[in-house]
């Protein structure tokens, strides 16, 4: 089955930028439609972007529209997230999984990485 990775957390100024990664083991990571998803301290893991497995489409949270960007590149077998103009509620643990409009289901969580948007 294949595994998930998660990369690029870490401490950021509000308006600032962060790219995180998603690296996936195993050979059938171009057959996903893959998502990012993040959890606040105290909420519900939410939505925050998906992007169909050839990468040509996307869609985002209401939250993050015009401010996120998701991209893939399965000949590295990983998935980005670029975050701009980052806000403080954008404070979460990122994890990458298996987009919520794909029928397959979702693949064992990996560990996360920490996204902290603090002056």
């Known amino acids: 089955q294949v595994q998930l990775v998660e990369s690029g957390g870490g401490l950021v100024q509000p308006g600032g930028s962060l790219k995180l990664s998603c690296v996936a083991s195993?050979?059938?990571?171009?057959?996903?439609?893959m998502g990012w998803f993040r959890q606040a301290p105290g909420k519900e893991r939410e939505f925050v972007a998906a992007?169909?497995?050839?990468?040509?489409?996307?869609r985002y949270a209401d939250s993050v529209r015009g401010r996120f960007t998701i991209s893939r590149d399965n000949a590295k077998k990983t998935m980005y997230l670029q975050m701009n103009s980052l806000k403080p509620e954008a404070t979460a643990v990122y994890y990458c999984?298996?987009?919520?409009?794909?029928?397959?289901?979702?693949?064992?969580w990996g560990q996360g990485t920490q996204v902290a948007v603090s002056s």
């Open positions: 999984n298996v987009s919520p409009l794909s029928s397959l289901p979702l693949l064992n």
């Open positions: 195993g050979s059938a990571f171009s057959n996903y439609a």
């Open positions: 992007i169909n497995w050839r990468g040509g489409s996307t």
